[in-house]
């Protein structure tokens, strides 16, 4: 039996996406029409154009991917499923998407299934990991991509993963498909945003040539500051733990306003009324100390939270545009490994108590159920982060996530409806 084939359709937001993906996670194609150049001079998303965009491109969209998919003789009737993004999202933009792929599935007659856009963003990273634990047989020659990433999926369920980007701040659990605990999402700006304003506020230049925009050249801006430290005091790390704030939210406007009542303290104290490089990189820094802070206490607080509730979390996904930023998943992997003990050490009794507070070191993460002379398995939580190109809005992830509902029989109707305000 050979390996399932998807098309997935994505059109929630201002990108017109098509993507052909097998079911033993190859990508057959991906065609991506962006609209930056109708929004940007708007000064952000105009639903109406995106609408009409997506109108205009969708068809053409689509015909390239199946094109590019090289899907043999049979061209499109190789297709076993089309999924398609049903929301969240922008409802007139979904709907093209929608009546599209419930057209093309039912010409086809084949099964349609509705994504959820941010179940196919946590999900991605199964399409794209490989397992460390999966050996391949180096004897057989060169081994393709393939087979590089093993059969099964990775990474296990459950797992957290941590959506960082423009348009997403949000923290969950994925126990299963189709199974999710929302644990915090932002109640203001998102963090791509936060970045994006400081780095406006802050007139950091624009690295040409570089991925990331504005928030990776804040980075590397941040990266010459010589006094991290110079305002720390005066810049808040929102939703503190140290302000006892427990609360699992994020929030970025008040540092970002904080950034702004510096920039024009010191506009007001300086003759030439500009802030000097200097201290414009030390105001970077410590803005981004606090941001990265703030999601590192909240992922802390859920490890601690799981682990005391004995949910044995595999992953720590991190996707979206704002992973791309090292000193994040720097950070991220220095949490994670106090989640890792190694085999030879058992654990003593105190110590497991210890890691239920969610501040201790080395702790097993099913340490109630073992006896503290067994040797134990190593227990690592591991950070993974997609490849920046799928952590944006794209339809690879949607076919994949199509594929796995397809897998488990979730498939829909063909008179489905959008669902614009959609909470996972
Ligand atoms: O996921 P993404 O590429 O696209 C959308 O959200 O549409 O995320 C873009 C965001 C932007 O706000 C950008 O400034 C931010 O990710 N970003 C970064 C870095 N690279 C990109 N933020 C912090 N550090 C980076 N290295
Ligand atoms: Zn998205």
């Known amino acids: ?38 929004h940007e001079p708007m000064g952000g998303i105009v639903p109406k154009l995106a609408h009409h965009a997506h109108m205009r491109n969708l068809p053409e969209v689509v015909r390239e991917a199946i094109n590019k998919a090289n899907l043999g003789e049979r061209g499109i009737q190789e297709i076993d499923l089309v999924a398609v993004t049903r929301g969240p999202g922008l409802a007139h933009c979904l709907g093209v998407g929608l009546n ?41 020659g060169e081994s393709s991509d393939l087979e590089l990433l093993g059969p099964d999926p ?30 915090a999402s932002t109640v203001d700006d998102s963090i791509g945003e936060a970045f994006d304003k400081t780095a406006r506020e802050l007139d950091i230049p624009w690295l040409p040539g570089r991925a990331g925009g504005p928030g990776a050249s804040l980075e590397e801006f941040a990266k010459g500051s010589k006094c991290p430290d110079r305002y720390l005091d005066q810049l808040p790390i929102p939703m503190s733990l140290r302000m006892n704030k427990r609360e699992m939210k ?4 008040g540092l970002k306003s904080a950034v702004t009542r510096i920039v024009n303290q010191e506009k007001k104290s300086s003759p ?3 802030m000097d490089e200097e201290k414009r990189k030390d105001l970077a820094a410590g803005f981004q100390h606090c941001a990265i802070t703030h999601l590192c206490q909240k992922v802390e607080q859920a490890l601690a939270d799981c682990h005391k509730n004995g949910l044995q979390i595999s992953s720590l996904v991190i996707s979206g545009g704002v992973g791309r930023n090292a000193t994040l998943r720097s950070k991220m992997e220095q949490i994670c490994q106090k989640y890792d003990y190694a085999a030879s050490s058992p654990v003593k009794e105190s110590k497991v108590k210890k890691g239920f507070s969610g501040e201790a070191t080395a702790v097993p993460l099913n340490s109630p159920s073992l006896s503290v002379d067994t040797m134990k398995p190593r227990q ?11 952590c944006t809005d794209n339809a690879v992830m949607i076919a994949w996530t199509g594929l796995e509902r397809y897998q488990l029989g979730l498939v829909d109707p063909y008179d489905i409806d959008i669902v614009p305000k959609w909470p996972l």
């Open 1 to 38: 039996q050979r390996p399932l084939i998807a098309l997935g359709i994505e059109t929630s937001c201002d990108d017109t996406c098509a993507a052909i993906v097998t079911s033993d996670r190859r990508i057959l194609s991906e065609v991506l029409r962006t609209q930056h150049h109708l």
């Open 100 to 140: 599209a792929a419930k057209t093309l599935a039912a010409a086809l007659n084949r099964p349609l299934v509705g994504v959820h856009h941010m179940e196919a963003h946590a999900l991605t990273a199964r399409l794209t990991t490989r397992d460390p634990k999966f050996k391949y047989d180096t004897q057989q």
């Open 154 to 183: 990775y990474p296990s369920f459950p797992f957290l993963t941590l959506l960082v980007s423009g348009g997403h701040t949000l923290l969950l659990i994925t126990h299963s498909v189709d199974r999710y605990t929302t644990l």
């Open 250 to 253: 994020f929030s970025f406007a």
């Open 272 to 274: 030439v009324a500009m």
């Open 380 to 390: 690592t939580i591991q950070v993974i982060c997609p490849p920046p190109k799928l």
